[in-house]
T-cell receptor, first 112, second 113 residues
Framework: GENVEQHPSTLSVQEGDSAVIKCTYSDSASNYFPWYKQELGKGPQLIIDIRSNVGEKKDQRIAVTLNKTAKHFSLHITETQPEDSAVYFCAASKDSNYQLIWGAGTKLIIKP | DAGITQSPRYKITETGRQVTLMCHQTWSHSYMFWYRQDLGHGLRLIYYSAAADITDKGEVPDGYVVSRSKTENFPLTLESATRSQTSVYFC????????????FGPGTRLTVL
């Protein structure tokens, strides 16, 4: 079945710098790749997603890129701010399966 | 209040006891999901439901039972709790399937002694 690997497990960056989190997936049939942000004590919240017919998607300071050939996708956060500190999860799914397969998460720490 | 709620937020129980975690959403979303979250594993799907009276197993269903008699409610029951079921449980819902935004509840932290 599908497997999603996420790196790094912890990422510490200086406020104002960029952060990049990477995920790889195993099932070439996967076609939907969301990213969720989880703040302490809360449930995950969707921040951006991308489908396999698109290579890149941006939303203000957040962008996601997808490389279908290499089967990996990445989350890019520019001009990081203290409120970006959280755990970020990537996930993958395909139309024929109702399951989202999740990465293990990345704890992002923004240093002042 | 509109949204998705879970109760209780915290629960301590003993091995062998039956426990039911409640999930309620006010959007009339068709799809609902139960996940467990453990360190190093991300979120793992326990059960999901595509509509009232339609449920199916996820990745880790053993030891859990679900029902969905009404669209807005999706309770999760641990029939005989074990220590390995100590976890944080999240309920989620979405209107049109897995390839759509999933809205998560605040979670229930369950400890099995």
């Amino acid at each position: 079945g599908e497997n999603v690997e996420q790196h790094p497990s912890t990422l510490s960056v200086q406020e104002g710098d960029s952060a990049v989190i990477k995920c790889t997936y195993s099932d070439s049939a996967s076609n939907y790749f969301p990213w969720y942000k989880q703040e302490l004590g809360k449930g995950p919240q969707l921040i951006i997603d991308i489908r396999s017919n698109v290579g890149e998607k941006k939303d203000q300071r957040i962008a996601v890129t997808l490389n279908k050939t290499a089967k990996h996708f990445s989350l890019h956060i520019t001009e990081t701010q203290p409120e970006d500190s959280a755990v970020y999860f990537c996930a993958a799914s395909k139309d024929s399966n109702y399951q989202l397969i999740w990465g293990a998460g990345t704890k992002l720490i923004i240093k002042p | 209040d509109a949204g998705i709620t879970q109760s209780p937020r915290y629960k301590i129980t003993e091995t062998g006891r039956q426990v039911t975690l409640m999930c309620h959403q006010t959007w009339s979303h068709s799809y609902m999901f139960w996940y467990r979250q453990d360190l190093g594993h991300g979120l793992r799907l326990i059960y999901y439901s595509a509509a009232a009276d339609i449920t199916d197993k996820g990745e880790v269903p053993d030891g859990y039972v679900v029902s969905r008699s009404k669209t807005e409610n999706f309770p999760l029951t641990l029939e005989s709790a074990t220590r390995s079921q100590t976890s944080v449980y999240f309920c989620a819902s979405t209107s049109s399937g897995v390839s759509d935004t999933q809205y998560f509840g605040p979670g229930t932290r369950l400890t099995v002694l």
